[in-house]
T-cell receptor, first 111, second 115 residues
Framework: QKEVEQNSGPLSVPEGAIASLNCTYS??????FFWYRQYSGKSPELIMS????GDKEDGRFTAQLNKASQYVSLLIRDSQPSDSATYLC???????????FGGGTRVLVKP | GAVVSQHPSRVICKSGTSVKIECRSL??????MFWYRQFPKQSLMLMAT?????????EQGVEKDKFLINHASLTLSTLTVTSAHPEDSSFYIC???????????FGQGTRLTVV
């Protein structure tokens, strides 16, 4: 069974600090990786997508992918209280366009 | 853009009745739509994959006769919860992908409460 694992948290970070979130996945043939942010009571919104090894930066967010070690991470720089949310890692496996989601990491940014 | 609209956002129904939830892609054609259910403090659980013009593919453990999915056009999929019971109360979310892409764009979600 294909699995996506995340630490449930909460990950508590002071305002202005870097939040580091990790995600591991079980299937080596995974091709596409996504980070979604979900505020309480709302649906997920896409933050980042990453498809190849290395880093990808978008504003205060950096996604890192290491296929050999089967992990993908998300860094949030200069964390703001508005970043407090649950962050979901999602993986697309080779067959079809179905996503498998991790359990999510809850992030709390304290002023 | 890639906007997915889900309606209604919130519904309360009596036990034993049916509820229909609509998911529309507003500015793109969605060949595939997905339906998820999310219980409090849990992650998204995929219920079914819906392809335009064909029968939905349900995940293991999801009752296809209880959760009826229709994907009649490239911009509309509906989920009908039949004979709803309190245990069906949950947050139902749809997503859609563009063409053969894998990026999922989510609707706003529907909070279903069965009393």
């Amino acid at each position: 069974q294909k699995e996506v694992e995340q630490n449930s948290g909460p990950l508590s970070v002071p305002e202005g600090a870097i939040a580091s979130l990790n995600c591991t996945y079980s299937d080596r043939v995974s091709q596409s990786f996504f980070w979604y942010r979900q505020y309480s009571g709302k649906s997920p919104e896409l933050i980042m997508s990453i498809y190849s090894n290395g880093d990808k930066e978008d504003g205060r967010f950096t996604a890192q992918l290491n296929k050999a070690s089967q992990y993908v991470s998300l860094l949030i720089r200069d964390s703001q209280p508005s970043d407090s949310a649950t962050y979901l890692c999602a993986v697309n496996y080779a067959a079809g366009n179905k996503l498998t989601f991790g359990g999510g990491t809850r992030v709390l940014v304290k002023p | 853009g890639a906007v997915v609209s889900q309606h209604p956002s919130r519904v309360i129904c009596k036990s034993g009745t049916s509820v229909k939830i609509e998911c529309r892609s507003l500015d793109f054609q969605a060949t595939t739509m997905f339906w998820y259910r999310q219980f409090p403090k849990q992650s998204l659980m995929l219920m079914a994959t819906s392809n335009e013009g064909s029968k939905a593919t349900y995940e293991q453990g999801v009752e296809k006769d209880k959760f009826l999915i229709n994907h009649a056009s490239l911009t509309l999929s509906t989920l009908t919860v039949t004979s709803a019971h309190p245990e069906d109360s949950s947050f139902y979310i749809c997503s859609a992908t563009k063409g053969t892409g894998v990026v999922a764009f989510f609707g706003q979600g529907t909070r279903l409460t069965v009393v």
